[in-house]
């Protein structure tokens, strides 16, 4: 059973920026694919980005241009670059990975962007 850790939530103004961090407990080589999603208060859980073992990086287009999803596979971590963060950002983040049949959540990170 593979455990997802988030970190790097908080409060931040418009414009402003924060890394979120996804650390797990098996090689990230054995997902499938790793990525974040989000749901602010009311709304369904949406897709952020994927990054799949092969093919290309995913983005909603609501973030794209503004979000980077890399990864440091030595220290078996994810990470989401938020930059130009706006209010509709607010949300709790959480990380996902799936590994054939299996799919593992994190907890979930805060992130609220406001004034």
């Known amino acids: 059973q593979a455990q997802l850790v988030e970190s790097g939530g908080g409060w931040v103004q418009p414009g402003g920026s924060l890394r979120l961090s996804c650390a797990t407990s098996d090689s990230i080589f054995s997902f499938n694919v790793i990525g974040w999603y989000r749901q602010a208060p009311g709304k369904q859980r949406e897709l952020v980005a994927t990054y799949p073992n092969t093919g290309s990086r995913i983005y909603a287009d609501s973030v794209k241009d503004r979000f980077t999803l890399t990864r440091d596979n030595a220290k078996n971590t994810l990470y989401l670059q938020m930059n130009m963060l706006k209010p509709e950002d607010t949300a709790v983040y959480h990380c996902?990975?799936?590994?054939?049949?299996?799919?593992?959540w994190g907890q979930g990170t805060q992130v609220t962007v406001s004034s």
């Open positions: 996902n990975a799936r590994r054939w049949s299996e799919e593992y």
